[in-house]
């Protein structure tokens, strides 16, 4: 599954992702990729590939402002909380999306807890070259490719983005959180 994500990213020229409880794929650590591995092959009994899994998702990184690629991301602020692998994997992450912050290629916003939203937060996403939607959940991974439907993930990303902050103000929400893991 992590493969067929890279293969995607790989191909994808404008990336656009959601994720409200969890760091983004895309722009997890090593460790924290294997923390969140392990949750989902625990969940769901699946074999344990945790290894090449994280190798996988991982390297989706690379691909962020290469050769023009564009990539923004929203994270809920949940996501800098949610703690996975204990306080050093967080801390390790929480340094990573301070890196992260000064990619080129990269537009890195944080929805506050408190921000005004003007749309129901819902779940996460992530929008490939305005032409596809992959949705992930307790159900399973969702593939969207419907016009109409897709509409709908743009506009969300759409009434997201205004509550979310970047730059400096994303980089202090991210320095306070870590200041306190």
Not at 47 to 74: C, N, S, W
Request: aromatic share 8%; charged share 20%.
């Amino acid at each position: 599954m992590q493969q067929g994500f890279l293969d995607l990213v790989r191909t994808t020229r404008a990336y656009v992702g959601y994720s409200p409880e969890l760091v983004s794929g895309v722009l997890q650590t090593p460790a924290y990729a294997a923390a969140v591995l392990r949750l989902v092959v625990d969940f769901y009994g699946i074999p344990d590939d945790i290894e090449a899994g994280v190798a996988a998702r991982t390297a989706r990184a690379r691909y962020i402002g290469q050769e023009g690629r564009t990539f923004h991301i929203l994270l809920g602020e949940q996501a800098l909380h949610t703690r996975l692998g204990g306080p050093e994997v967080m801390r390790d992450q929480l340094r990573r999306l301070l890196d992260a912050t000064d990619l080129p290629g990269l537009s890195l916003g944080i929805v506050p807890a408190r921000a005004r939203l003007l749309v129901h937060p819902g779940g996460g996403f992530s929008i490939f070259d305005d032409s596809r939607v992959e949705v992930e959940g307790y159900r399973g991974g969702e593939t969207i490719t419907d016009h109409e439907r897709l509409a709908l993930f743009r506009k969300a990303f759409g009434l997201l983005q205004p509550s979310a902050v970047y730059g400096q103000a994303a980089r202090d929400l991210i320095d306070a959180v870590l200041a306190t893991t």
